[in-house]
C-alpha cells in the first residue's frame, strides 16, 4: 500500500467525509520513537516484549491492532535493506506519502554525476582553484546511510582529485550510532585506502585531518548543546585537540584509554604532522572550500549556521571565522534557506497533514522533549521549521536533561503527557479546543541507542505508564488514541548469537505497532482493513488520523487504513 515514487506534491484542500465525523476531544497520534515489533525468535534482546507493558499489550489486543512497515523503500529510502529513521519516519507520517529521501537522491546524484555537473560543485572547486588553498570535507563517516554514506564521501574525493584539487582534507566524525558501536576504524581504514591511492596515482595531497565522536562534537541537533559545536569548530577550524599522528593512532589510544567509551562519544582528535607532535595538518583557512557532507538536516543546521551567519550568531564564540565557500550535501532547512549553497535537492514535501489542517482551521499541538522536538515539527511537516498558521498550530517543547540518559530512561515522559494533558483541558476551556495532538516520546530511541538493555526495558515501561494515562484522557475527553511509532530500535538490542553476540545500538529493520482507540466504539476500536493492511506503512497513519477527524482521505495521500 506504499505510494510509487512520484508522490503527489500539491493536494486539494481537506473536504468533510460523507459519514465520519470527529470526536468531541482531538485526536492524538503516539509516536513511541525506536519502538518495533521485534522477531518471535530474538526475544531475550527484544527490550519491548521484555518490558511490562500492560498498555500497549491492550491496545495492540483492539481490533484495530496491526503493524506497519517503517523502513526501507515504504519510508523512501534506496533498499529494504536500509533502516527506518526519524526523519524519513516523521515525514512519512506527517506527508502521508513516501518521498524519495535525502539517502536515495544523493545516491543517485553521486552514481549519475550529475552533482558534479551542478554550479555549487564547480563553485567551490574554482574556489580552491584559485586561492591555492584545501578542500575539507566535514561529516559522519560510516555507511548507517540516515546522516550520510562513506560511499558518497569517496566518489566525491575520487571526483576532487580527477579534477585537478591538489589539497582535500577530511574530518571525520566517528559513528558508533547506526552502526556498531566500535566499528570506525573499518570506515578510517577504508577512507585512508583511497587518500593513499589517490595520493599514490594523482599525486595529490589528501588528508584526514580531524574527528570525534558524533554524539560529542559537531552534530547537535535542536539547539540542545551548542557546547558540541563548538568543540567541532575548534577542532575542525581552529585544529585545537588532543594531536596524534593518525586517525587510526587516536582511535586505538581512545579505546584503550576508556574500554567503555564507543565511537559516538569518541574525544576530539586532531592529525598532526611530525609524528603528532607537529602542527596540525588540516585547520579551515581563508580561501578553502567546505562540503558538509551529511545529507540529513537535524544535526547539520547548527554547524552551518556556525560557517554561515555573521556576527549575530549566538551559538558560541567563535573567534576568527574564515571566509570559507561552503555547501551542504542539501539544503537542510529550506524556510531558513540553510545552507544557501548545497549539493542535491531535497525533497519537495508540500501538503503535510499539518498544513492540510492548518488549512482548514483546525487547531493542533505539536509536542514532545528537546531530543525529538524537531521530529515532531520540523520532520513531521516536511522539514519545516515554522509552524503553518502559527494561531492554530502550537509547539512545545519539554527540555530535555542531557546527561545520563541510561541513568534515567523515564527521560521527561511524565512531564510531557502532563503538558499535553494541561493543553488539551485548558484549550478546551478557552474554548478553542484542540482537534489534533501529535506527541513523540523519545525514551525507546534515545535509551535504545545507548545498547544497554535493562535501561531500555525500563524506558518502554516508561512510555507506557504514559500511555495508560492517555488512555484514561481520551476516555474523559471522548477523544480517538492512535497509537505507533517512526522505527524499530529498542525491538533489538543485540546482534548475532552466541559468540558471535554484540551489543546493537542502531535502529532496527522492524515494523512498528498501529492501534487506535476509539471510546465511541463499543469493541474499543475501529477495524482496519482487510488482510492487505499487514503490507501498510507508516504513510498510511496521515490519512488514516484524517479521516478519523471526519475529513475525507486526501487525493495522492496513501489511503486510510478504517474500514469503510
Ligand atoms: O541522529 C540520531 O540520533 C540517529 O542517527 C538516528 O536517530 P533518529 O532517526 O531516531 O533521530
Ligand atoms: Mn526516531
Ligand atoms: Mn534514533
Request: charged share 25%; glycine share 12%; hydrophobic share 40%.
Amino acid at each position: 500500500m506504499a505510494m510509487s515514487d512520484s508522490p503527489a506534491t500539491s493536494i486539494a484542500p481537506l473536504r468533510p467525509h460523507a459519514e465520519r465525523k470527529a470526536p468531541d476531544g482531538p485526536v492524538v497520534c503516539v509516536v513511541m520513537d525506536g519502538v518495533g515489533i521485534g522477531k518471535p525468535d530474538a526475544v531475550d534482546g527484544d527490550a519491548v516484549a521484555l518490558a511490562r507493558t500492560p498498555t500497549l499489550d491492550w491496545l495492540r489486543g483492539l481490533p484495530s491492532g496491526t503493524s506497519l512497515r517503517a523502513h526501507g523503500t515504504a519510508v523512501g529510502m534506496p533498499s529494504d535493506k536500509d533502516m527506518g529513521n526519524s526523519e524519513v519516519g516523521h515525514n512519512a507520517l506527517g506527508a502521508g506519502r513516501v518521498f524519495d529521501q535525502g539517502a536515495a537522491l544523493v545516491e543517485r546524484a553521486v552514481n549519475s554525476g550529475s552533482l558534479y555537473a551542478g554550479e555549487v560543485w564547480r563553485w567551490l572547486l574554482d574556489g580552491v582553484r584559485e586561492s591555492g588553498e584545501a578542500l575539507h570535507f566535514m561529516g559522519l563517516l560510516s555507511d548507517g546511510n540516515i546522516h550520510s554514506h562513506i560511499d558518497h564521501l569517496l566518489a566525491m574525493l575520487r571526483q576532487a582529485a580527477s579534477e585537478g584539487v591538489k589539497q582535500a582534507r577530511v574530518h571525520v566524525l566517528t559513528d558508533g550510532r547506526d552502526v556498531p558501536g566500535r566499528s570506525t576504524l573499518e570506515y578510517i581504514d577504508r577512507l585512508e585506502a583511497t587518500l593513499a591511492e589517490l595520493n599514490a596515482e594523482a599525486g595529490v595531497d589528501y588528508r584526514i585531518a580531524s574527528g570525534g565522536g558524533r554524539m560529542l562534537i559537531t552534530m547537535d541537533r535542536y539547539e540542545a548543546e551548542w557546547a558540541m559545536v563548538e568543540r567541532g569548530w575548534k577542532t575542525h577550524v581552529r585544529g585545537e585537540a588532543r594531536k596524534f599522528a593518525s586517525a587510526r593512532q587516536a582511535v586505538e589510544t581512545l579505546y584503550a584509554e576508556d574500554e567503555n567509551v564507543d565511537d559516538q562519544y569518541l574525544p576530539a582528535f586532531v592529525v598532526a604532522d611530525e609524528g603528532g607532535v607537529g602542527d596540525p595538518v588540516g585547520p579551515i583557512r581563508d580561501g578553502a572550500s567546505v562540503v558538509f557532507f551529511n545529507f540529513r538536516g537535524d544535526r547539520a543546521l547548527e554547524i552551518t549556521r556556525a560557517f554561515e551567519e555573521g556576527e549575530g550568531f549566538a551559538g558560541f564564540e567563535r573567534g576568527p571565522v574564515p571566509k570559507v565557500r561552503y555547501a551542504g550535501m542539501m539544503q537542510y532547512d529550506g524556510d531558513l534557506a540553510l545552507p544557501t549553497r548545497f549539493l542535491v535537492d531535497p525533497p519537495a514535501i508540500a501538503s503535510s497533514m499539518g498544513e492540510l489542517l492548518a488549512a482548514a482551521g483546525k487547531r493542533q499541538l505539536a509536542i514532545a522533549e528537546t531530543h525529538k522536538y524537531g521530529h515532531v515539527t520540523y520532520f513531521w511537516n516536511g522539514n519545516r521549521s515554522e509552524p503553518f498558521a502559527p494561531e492554530l498550530e502550537r509547539y512545545v517543547e519539554i527540555p530535555s536533561q542531557l546527561v545520563g540518559l541510561d541513568e534515567r530512561p523515564w527521560m521527561r515522559a511524565a512531564e510531557v503527557t502532563d503538558r499535553l494533558i494541561t493543553e488539551v483541558d485548558a484549550a478546551a476551556r478557552a474554548g478553542a479546543p484542540l482537534d489534533f495532538v501529535r506527541i513523540n516520546y523519545a525514551n525507546g530511541d534515545m535509551i535504545g541507542h545507548t545498547g544497554a538493555l535493562g535501561p531500555t526495558i525500563m524506558a518502554v515501561e516508561a512510555v507506557d505508564l504514559c500511555l495508560g494515562r492517555l488512555v484514561a484522557a481520551t476516555r474523559r475527553v471522548g477523544g480517538v488514541l492512535v497509537v505507533t511509532a517512526d522505527h524499530g530500535n529498542a525491538d533489538q538490542m543485540f546482534d548475532g548469537a552466541g559468540d558471535a553476540r554484540r551489543v546493537r545500538t542502531s535502529h532496527t529493520l522492524n515494523p512498528v505497532p498501529l492501534a487506535i482507540f476509539d471510546p465511541r466504539e463499543s469493541t474499543g476500536g475501529p477495524v482496519l482493513t482487510g488482510p492487505g493492511s499487514a503490507e501498510a506503512g507508516l504513510a498510511n497513519v496521515a490519512s488514516t488520523c484524517l479521516e478519523l477527524l471526519g475529513f475525507a482521505a486526501p487525493e495522492g495521500y496513501a489511503p486510510s487504513l478504517l474500514r469503510r
